[in-house]
């Protein structure tokens, strides 16, 4: 079992940046992949960003690569998202997500969630 807690969430203008940070306990922390998705309101759930469990490999979506920024501390047990430049499409219910496996997280089958955390853009 993984617990997740997201946080950092907020109201922001157009072209401003936020910091979402995911803490997590449970299991060995740096053996797990970490990732963000987000949904739209009437929208599925979409990949973000993931990152593997030395932070040595990560992936993004091509809507946000180029402006957020994936990271990890280990020592902290803390996962981060990094988003600049945003956009009023990017407001969305950002959730942390962890899986065993980098290669798959991305898929959203069998990860361990977060609760969410509400971002919103204005324009």
């Known amino acids: 079992q993984v617990q997740l807690v997201e946080s950092g969430g907020g109201l922001v203008q157009a072209g401003d940046s936020l910091r979402l940070s995911c803490a997590a306990s449970g299991r060995t922390f740096s053996s797990i992949a970490m990732g963000w998705f987000r949904q739209a309101p009437g929208k599925e759930r979409e990949f973000v960003a993931a990152?593997?469990?030395?932070?040595?490999?990560?992936s993004y979506a091509d809507s946000v690569k180029g402006r957020f920024i994936i990271s990890r501390s280990n020592a902290k047990t803390t996962v981060y998202l990094q988003m600049n430049s945003l956009k009023p499409e990017d407001t969305a219910i950002y959730y942390c997500a962890a899986h065993s496996s980098f290669l798959t997280i991305r898929i959203g089958n069998d990860n361990y969630w977060g609760q969410g955390t509400q971002v919103t853009v204005s324009s």
């Open positions: 990152i593997s469990g030395s932070a040595s490999i990560s």
